[in-house]
T-cell receptor, first 110, second 113 residues
């Protein structure tokens, strides 16, 4: 049984560009959450999707947007990239007793 | 607002010694508490969780944690560490239905021979 899969694993973008990250949840999970983990920090909640709608949102600007598809997979889009957006982006799926996390996408903005 | 404090940024322990990682939380309702482990460049792996019931929780890899409501703590323990336990450990708090997790800043564990 595959867990949470994320793609790509690594990505380098130029400041001002746009990026799309992808996530396939664990089989049977219908809720997807995205977290940003800056170097040396704990993960910070970006938003959560359920039934193709954004259910909750953390303190992130509108440059961060997402989407959930009927098969429960999800995308995270970041527009107008800033150097400070460089981080590990983690996708997590639920429900369950605690999330199941993917291995993340390492985004570097130069 | 919910918050988690992990007061120890970095802990060094000898292999075979016991370990305790501290976690304090602030939460208005009954919390759900979690401990995750992260190896370098990897995602998060769930070690254990507390929802209700017995306040001593057993997890994977020989870890356990004790929920103490009076101290707002959920400390992680292991009686004898192995070199493979070297990693970053994160405590998190959430609640059922909300499912948003708030993480601490983590404790980096180094194991010395």
């Amino acid at each position: 049984d595959a867990g949470v899969t994320q793609s790509p694993t690594h990505l380098i973008k130029t400041r001002g560009q746009q990026v799309t990250l992808r996530c396939s949840p664990k089989s049977g999970h219908d809720t997807v959450s995205w977290y940003q983990q800056a170097l040396g920090q704990g993960p910070q909640f970006i938003f959560q999707y359920y039934e193709e709608e954004e259910r909750q949102r953390g303190n992130f600007p509108d440059r961060f947007s997402g989407h959930q598809f009927p098969n429960y997979s999800s995308e995270l889009n970041v527009n107008a990239l800033l150097l400070g957006d460089s981080a590990l982006y983690l996708c997590a799926s639920s429900p369950g007793a605690g999330y199941t996390f993917g291995s993340g996408t390492r985004l570097t903005v130069v | 607002a919910q918050s988690v404090t992990q007061p120890d940024i970095h802990i060094t322990v000898s292999e075979g010694a016991s370990l305790e990682l501290r976690c304090n939380y602030s939460y208005g309702a009954t919390p759900y508490l979690f401990w995750y482990v992260q190896s370098p460049g990897q995602g998060l792996q769930l070690l254990l969780k507390y929802f209700s019931g017995d306040t001593l929780v057993q997890g994977i890899k020989g870890f356990e944690a004790e929920f103490k409501r009076s101290q707002s703590s959920f400390n992680l323990r292991k009686p004898s560490v192995h070199w493979s336990d070297a990693a970053e450990y994160f405590c998190a708090v959430g609640n059922f239905g909300n499912e948003k997790l708030t993480f601490g800043t983590g404790t980096r564990l180094t194991i010395i021979p």
